[in-house]
C-alpha cells in the first residue's frame, strides 16, 4: 500500500501492457527463426544472441497495429542489425590468429531431416557464405533458405527489388560454384565419420588413408589461445600427421554439430576440440577443428535452428 493507504493500481490491462504482451509473445513465436537467420549472416553465436537483444528493444517500440506481416517485420529489424554488425566483425577477423572457423553449434537430430536447412547451417556453407559481401550474404540467405519475397529481402537490405532479383542471382551462381558437389546423406556422412573415428582411435593409418581424400584439407580455429596448426594444412599425408597428435587419453565421440555428424574431443572431461567435416563422394575432403575455447561454449546444450 501507498503512504496515503490507496491499493497499487492495477495495469495489466493496460493498452501499454497489452502491447508488450503482444510484442513479447510474437517475438518468443519467431525467436529461433530470428536466431537462426543472424547466425547464418554472422557465423557467431554470441553475436547473434547480442543482436536478438537489439532487434527486441526495436520491436518493443513499433506499432503492431500498422505491421502487416510481424514475421517479415522481425525478419528485416535482424537483417539490418546482422549487416551492420558483420561489416565490424570483418574488421575483428582480420586481426584473428590463425585460420577463423565459424561458431559450433550443438543441434538437435531433427535438424538433419530439414535437408536444406541442416546444409545452410553447416560449417562448410558457412565457409562458403564467407566469401560473399555482406549484402549478397543477406539475400542469399533470405532468398535461398527463408524463401523471402524480394520485395521484402529489399526492405531489410535497402535495395530495389531489381537489384535484389539481380544480386540474388549473382550469390547463387557463386555459392553454386563453390559448395559441395552432390548432396551427401545423414547416413553417408555418419558413416564416413564413423570410418574416421575408428581410425583415429586404433591409430590405423591406412584406414585413414581409405576415408581422406588424396587433397583433404584441414583447418584448425584455436584463435591463439589453444594450439592449433596457422595455416591451412592440405594433403592426406599431412593432415594425418597433425591427427596423429590426438593424445591417447583423449575419449572422442558423435554429435549432431550445425546440422551435420561430428566428433568432440574431450581430455579430462574438458571439451577440447570440435571437428565437422565436408565429405564428397565418399570421402572427406574437409576437416574443420574448432579449438579455441571461446567458441566452444555452445557444446554443453543443444540451440535451437529453424525456418
Not at 18 to 30: I, K, Y
Not at 227 to 246: E, F, S, Y
Not at 257 to 271: F, H, S
Not at 273 to 298: C, W
Amino acid at each position: 500500500m501507498s503512504e496515503r493507504g490507496e491499493q497499487p493500481k492495477d495495469t495489466t490491462g493496460s493498452p501499454a501492457h497489452a502491447h508488450v504482451t503482444d510484442a513479447t509473445e510474437t517475438f518468443l513465436t519467431h525467436r529461433n527463426l530470428l536466431f537462426t537467420v543472424a547466425y547464418e549472416i554472422l557465423s557467431s553465436a554470441a553475436d547473434a544472441e547480442d543482436l536478438l537483444q537489439e532487434t527486441w528493444l526495436r520491436w518493443a517500440g513499433v506499432d503492431l497495429g500498422a505491421v502487416r506481416d510481424q514475421r517479415a517485420y522481425l525478419v528485416r529489424i535482424t537483417t539490418r542489425q546482422a549487416l551492420k554488425r558483420l561489416r565490424t566483425l570483418g574488421r575483428r577477423r582480420e586481426s584473428y590468429v590463425g585460420p577463423w572457423l565459424p561458431e559450433p553449434l550443438l543441434t538437435a537430430p531433427d535438424v538433419a531431416e530439414d535437408v536444406e536447412l541442416a546444409d545452410s547451417v553447416s560449417t562448410a556453407m558457412l565457409l562458403v557464405l564467407e566469401t560473399l559481401t555482406p549484402t549478397e550474404r543477406a539475400v542469399f540467405v533470405l532468398r535461398e533458405v527463408f524463401d523471402l519475397a524480394y520485395d521484402e529481402i529489399a526492405e531489410a537490405v535497402g535495395k530495389s527489388p531489381a537489384a535484389v532479383r539481380q544480386i540474388a542471382h549473382r550469390s547463387r551462381a557463386h555459392v553454386a560454384a563453390r559448395r559441395p558437389r552432390g548432396g551427401v546423406s545423414p547416413d553417408e556422412a555418419r558413416g564416413a565419420l564413423t570410418a574416421f573415428q575408428k581410425a583415429i582411435e586404433t591409430g590405423d593409418l591406412q584406414r585413414l588413408l581409405d576415408v581422406l581424400a588424396p587433397d583433404v584439407v584441414l583447418l584448425a580455429d584455436g584463435g591463439g589461445l589453444r594450439k592449433a596448426a596457422p595455416a591451412p594444412v592440405v594433403g592426406a599425408d599431412q593432415v594425418i600427421q597433425v591427427l596423429r597428435k590426438i593424445g591417447p587419453a583423449a575419449s572422442l565421440r558423435q554429435a549432431q554439430v550445425n546440422g551435420q555428424p561430428a566428433l568432440i574431443v574431450e581430455a579430462g572431461g574438458v571439451i577440447e576440440t570440435v571437428m565437422t567435416m565436408r565429405v564428397e563422394d565418399g570421402l572427406i575432403t574437409g576437416l574443420y577443428a574448432v579449438r579455441n575455447p571461446e567458441k566452444l561454449s555452445r557444446m554443453e546444450r543443444e540451440t535451437a535452428v529453424s525456418r
